[in-house]
């Protein structure tokens, strides 16, 4: 029973567009969710991250959109470089605490084409 | 400042036998949580060690057990390996159960042949 899902395994976005990656979840307690990058053989990066009290948060390039009526958020990247290719991991935890661990979608790898 | 450190990057051993896995947080980060990638899955989480204490731990056989040291590193032990534990195994390091804050390592891809 997956808790966070991300339905789209790869994405392929033009250099200067808009990335939009997508995460849908099913538990209704969890109230922080994270984006995580990856690169081969690195472990995966923080990049931002919302409570559920918040329906958006920006860092630079990056913002993150929570509908939490519809149990969805969305990770915006504009404009998309080349270095932004990785796979992307949403993550969602209760409590803001980790005690429970984070419970990850299975990612989705974006690939940015010149 | 150092990140969270990872030893060994690669192992590789039989079925059967025991694996032992290393993990250093990051200074002042009391907390240290394992997770499993194996392929095509996304990150399971296994266990959580906070303060010398094993806290919580997710949907695995007892064969998977670890300890946390006074310094707060960790390690992970896999015992009677299976081919299914094959995957790359991630640490994390906290302060407590802070998620804000959560590091992680590079892994160790763990192949079991």
């Known amino acids: 029973d997956q808790q966070v899902k991300q339905n789209s395994p790869s994405l392929s976005v033009q250099e200067g567009r808009i990335s939009i990656l997508n995460c849908d979840y099913t538990n209704s307690m969890?109230?922080?969710?994270?984006?995580?990058k990856k690169?081969?053989?690195?472990?995966?990066?923080?990049?931002?991250?919302?409570?559920s009290i918040k329906d958006k948060n920006e860092d630079g390039r990056f913002t993150v959109f929570l509908n939490k009526s519809a149990k969805h958020l969305?990770?915006?990247?504009?404009?998309?470089?080349p270095g932004d290719s990785?796979?992307?991991?949403?993550?969602?935890?209760?409590?803001?605490?980790?005690?429970?661990?984070?419970?990850?979608?299975?990612?989705?790898?974006?690939?940015?084409?010149? | 400042e150092a990140g969270v450190t990872q030893s060994p990057t690669h192992l590789i051993k039989t079925r059967g036998q025991q694996a032992t896995l290393r993990c250093s947080p990051i200074s002042g980060h009391t907390s240290v949580y394992w997770y499993q990638q194996a392929l095509g899955l996304g990150l399971q989480f296994l266990l959580w060690y906070?303060?010398?204490?094993?806290?919580?731990?997710?949907?695995?056989?007892?064969?998977?057990?670890?300890?946390?040291?006074?310094?707060?590193?960790?390690?992970?032990?896999?015992?009677?390996?299976?081919?299914?534990?094959s995957a790359l195994y991630l640490c994390a390091s906290s302060y407590r159960d802070r998620v804000y804050g959560y590091t992680f390592g590079s892994g160790t891809r763990l192949t079991v042949v």
């Open chain 1, 74 to 81: 969305s990770l915006h990247i504009v404009p998309s470089q």
């Open chain 1, 30 to 36: 969890f109230d922080y969710f994270l984006w995580y």
């Open chain 2, 50 to 85: 906070d303060e010398g204490e094993e806290r919580n731990r997710g949907n695995f056989p007892p064969r998977f057990s670890g300890r946390q040291f006074p310094n707060y590193s960790s390690e992970l032990n896999v015992n009677a390996l299976e081919l299914e534990d």
């Open chain 1, 39 to 51: 690169y081969p053989a690195e472990g995966p990066t923080f990049l931002i991250s919302i409570s």
């Open chain 1, 86 to 114: 990785a796979v992307y991991f949403c993550a969602a935890s209760m409590t803001g605490g980790g005690a429970d661990g984070l419970t990850f979608g299975k990612g989705t790898h974006l690939i940015i084409q010149p």
